[in-house]
């Protein structure tokens, strides 16, 4: 038997985000921001994790760039700012041995840095140029699927690990905002089972985050023990789930097995 869950969570990101889109709207100081559960998300399909990242209202302003401290551009790291680097054809000294003049720098025994074109700066990679920054809060919302199985296992012997991880024939499902524990299941544990965990979740979730959807399914799980001989010794194995797993302990022979 499955049970399954699902709420959603968000919070909001403690850094700032910077970018160089100066067509939105700077809108810092005009009201306050409102909180992180007074901001719309959209509806992601349910049950499927999801993140959406949302600039929040009221928090746009406009700041000189951090990164080239508004200048637009960096001084050259290759060149420390000169434009220009000693030629590692002569080391600097414009000639090579026996005083012929050195052509790759034509005697100036520097040479154009390559990296900035002998400009001795480079664009900010941060602002693009643009000198300024748009700063403004992020909401990062984070949609977490939720899910905790409870399995009966029903004298069978196959371990319930194995069981959990197919599927059966459905007999029950139940989709809404808030589901209810089961009521008049004939197996008494499973209707325990559904009654402590819709209230586990609602402790674990409901405090940090909000519920969006919960689901609750029964799924009957059919197990089939086959008992066989082989070479005078019995051994059996299991077939189970939708998925026809099989699942032995102890299967008699390593090699050249064939599946009838
Ligand atoms: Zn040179
Ligand atoms: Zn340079
Ligand atoms: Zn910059």
Known sequence: MLTRRRKSKRDFSCGRKEEKDFRQ????????????????????????????????????????????????????????????QMCWVCNGSGFHIGNDRCNHCNGRGRNNCNSCNGQGSKMCDMCHGKRQLLVYIRLNVNWTNNTEDYVVEQSSGLHVDNISKVSGKELFRDSQYMVYPLMGFPDASIVQASERL??????????????????????LIPVTRVTYSWKGNTHIYFVYGNEFQVHTDDYPATCCCSVM
């Open 25 to 84: 709207p700077v809108d810092a100081m005009i009201q306050p921001p409102p909180g992180p559960w007074d901001i719309s998300a959209t509806t992601p399909n349910f049950f499927v994790d999801n993140k959406q990242q949302i600039r929040v209202p009221y928090t746009s302003s406009i700041k000189p760039c951090h990164n080239c401290v508004g200048m637009g551009r960096k001084p050259c790291n290759d060149c420390t700012g000169a434009g220009n």
């Open 198 to 219: 819709i209230r586990d979740h609602q402790g674990r979730y409901s405090q940090t985050s909000r519920i969006l959807q919960q689901r609750q399914t029964i799924e």
